[in-house]
């Protein structure tokens, strides 16, 4: 079953031309390097925009400490709020927060989460740890919606007097992604309709032109036909081929020629054969007649034609002679008209073959 699918797939491809195989192949290699450029474009323009709203969110972290320490020890507070007022209209912001050592947030952008405890175990560990924590959040897909920054508030060479927390929004990093894909097919597909028409263009000039010009030789050659040649192109491999093609025809039109050349010097041949052993027998059968005939002269005798012989001595050795040359000529005649029967279908299969007579 398996064999009969794969044998009925074969001959439907087989059906196609050779150009057509050859701009398909091109065109889904064209595909391919698209698709491997596309999907490469794709995640290094994601690694490097999380890169960079990594670096984008650890710098805000390390600015706002600085004036969160201030805060959490009794000075500076309207600036500090100051700065959540401008964070809060920064787009990349989602939420940002300043805690307490027990984890209360005592200021924060957003005013529902004010006298709250964050409780989640990340948070937990990070400020247990005092340090820098990190933590991605993406959708089902796999596509980056937020990021969570967790730092210990500490002014230089101290402990640590709270912690800030900052969530981002990630999603125009998601839609910027989304964007460049669907530039990156518009891209690929006038890529892969521009490399179909070019590959086609070259294909049918440099491929398909001379392939086609090989294959009506070749049908002319498959019905006898050697006078035609092929038109040499190009001085490439299909070159060279058109060119050792072309030798071949121009070969076997000699070989022909000389053949047709030699049947006709053997059927001429033949035919004087013949002709000169019907001479002969009348020849003979005259001198065997004559000798038979009682009214026959000697003067008669001597103007009657004697094969030559020269062992017959006497009128009856002389006939038996003759009658013996009489069968041998009957013979030759007999070989040389058989000779002449296949020299004539010898004669008809080289006429089948049409060839330059130059």
């Not at 004036?67 to 709020?81: E, M, P």
């Not at 392939?211 to 038109?231: P, W, Y």
């Not at 062992?311 to 040389?336: F, H, P, W, Y």
Request: with cysteine.
């Amino acid at each position: 079953m398996f064999k009969h699918t794969t044998s009925r797939k074969s001959k439907r491809i087989g059906k196609f031309s050779l150009g057509f195989k050859l701009s398909l192949g091109i065109t889904l290699l064209i595909m391919f390097l698209m698709i491997c450029v596309g999907i490469n474009s794709y995640a290094r323009n994601r690694a490097i925009m999380m890169e960079e709203a990594q670096s984008r969110g650890w710098l805000t972290a390390r600015t706002v400490s600085a004036f969160a320490a201030d805060y959490l020890r009794g000075n500076n507070t309207v600036l500090l709020s100051n700065i959540m007022d401008h964070l809060e209209r920064d787009p990349f912001v989602k939420r940002v927060a300043v805690m307490d050592l027990t984890g209360k947030i005592v200021m924060s952008s957003d005013q529902s989460l004010l006298n709250q405890k964050l409780d989640r175990s990340e948070i937990k560990e990070a400020m247990v740890q005092n340090k820098d924590t990190l933590k991605y959040m993406s959708d089902i897909k796999g596509r980056p919606l937020a990021m969570e920054f967790i730092s210990p508030v500490a002014p230089r060479g101290e402990s640590p007097v709270g912690y800030f927390w900052m969530e981002t929004d990630l999603r125009y990093i998601s839609a910027h992604l989304i964007d460049t894909a669907y530039n990156q097919l518009y891209t690929s597909l006038l890529a892969i309709l521009a490399g179909l028409i070019v590959s086609r263009l070259i294909i049918l000039r440099v491929v398909q032109r001379p392939v086609k010009e090989l294959v009506k030789a070749t049908d002319r050659v498959s019905t006898g036909d050697f006078s035609g040649e092929v038109q040499v192109l190009n001085q490439d491999e299909l070159g060279r081929l058109a060119t050792a093609f072309n030798t071949m025809t121009g070969h076997l039109g000699v070989l022909f020629q000389s053949i047709r050349s030699s049947v006709d010097d053997i059927n001429h041949t033949a035919q004087v054969i013949i002709n000169r052993s019907e001479q002969s027998d009348i020849a003979a059968k005259k001198f065997v007649k004559s000798l038979n005939s009682p009214q026959a002269s000697p003067a008669e005798l001597q103007k009657i034609p004697q094969p030559d012989h020269p062992c017959v001595v006497g009128s009856d050795k002389l006939a038996e002679t003759t009658m013996s040359q009489q069968e041998c000529l009957r013979e030759i005649r007999n070989a040389s008209k058989k000779l002449m029967r296949y020299i004539d279908r010898l004669n008809n299969i080289s006429l089948q073959f049409k060839i330059n007579e130059k």
